[in-house]
């Protein structure tokens, strides 16, 4: 852990769920929509996505585009089954974890996602261990609900501000590159997490080793 830390912002997608895109590119493939990994991946996609995941756009016009990108007439509950493939599972590990750090820190969620993830993880992680993820958190910012985004500097600056952080204690954690730079322009410290590690194994291994 990087010294002075008091508060710890956690990406969710990748750091907490544990997520897999190409099983979401592969769905939209079986669809008929073979170009999907030009329109989204985890470095970069269509504007039509930053808009989902800014609460701009809604389900509806989110499944009439995507209809309209494959030529076909999609149910919005196939093209709704796809876009939550990639979602997974959350380990209890984490949870207790975050458990943990809730005597040490204050823990804030900060994650670009949309309605219709919400909607799919709650229930993932409410049949997994019959809780939500807000209960870790002393507060949960989701880029749908505040209209904004990482990596903007305006999300960042309305967590340190709303809750009264100082970026040289905070540190912001998340397994995007692009969004771990826009953290560090504000003087936030950051911990990028690569692919392959996991925060139970390779960041707070040392505060957890002891059951």
């Not at 989902?52 to 999609?74: H, V």
């Not at 670009?112 to 949960?140: G, Q, W």
């Not at 904004?148 to 954690?173: A, C, G, S, W, Y």
């Amino acid at each position: 852990m990087i010294k002075g830390i008091k508060h710890i912002v956690f990406d969710f997608g990748g750091v907490l769920l544990n997520i897999d895109y190409t099983l979401t590119e592969q769905a939209f493939i079986a669809l008929g929509i073979t170009q999907f990994s030009r329109l989204y991946s985890q470095l970069q996609q269509d504007n039509m996505f930053d808009e989902l995941e800014t609460g701009s756009i809604q389900t509806t016009a989110f499944c009439d585009t995507l209809r309209k990108l494959a030529g076909m007439p999609l149910e919005d509950q196939d093209i709704i089954r796809a876009w939550n493939a990639m979602l997974l599972n959350l380990p209890l590990r984490r949870l207790q974890l975050l458990e943990q750090l809730k005597h040490h820190y204050d823990l804030v969620l900060l994650s670009n996602t949309n309605e219709i993830h919400e909607e799919a993880f709650t229930r993932i992680i409410y049949d997994e261990h019959k809780t939500s993820i807000a209960a870790f958190f002393d507060r949960v910012y989701f880029s749908h609900r505040v209209g904004m985004r990482k990596p903007d500097k305006e999300i960042f600056e309305r967590v340190l501000q709303e809750n009264h952080f100082l970026p040289e204690h905070t540190l912001f954690i998340d397994d995007s590159p692009q969004h771990i730079e826009g953290a560090k322009k504000l003087g936030i410290q950051t911990l990028y997490l690569e692919k392959g590690m996991t925060i139970e194994e390779h960041v707070f291994r040392s505060k957890t080793n002891n059951d």
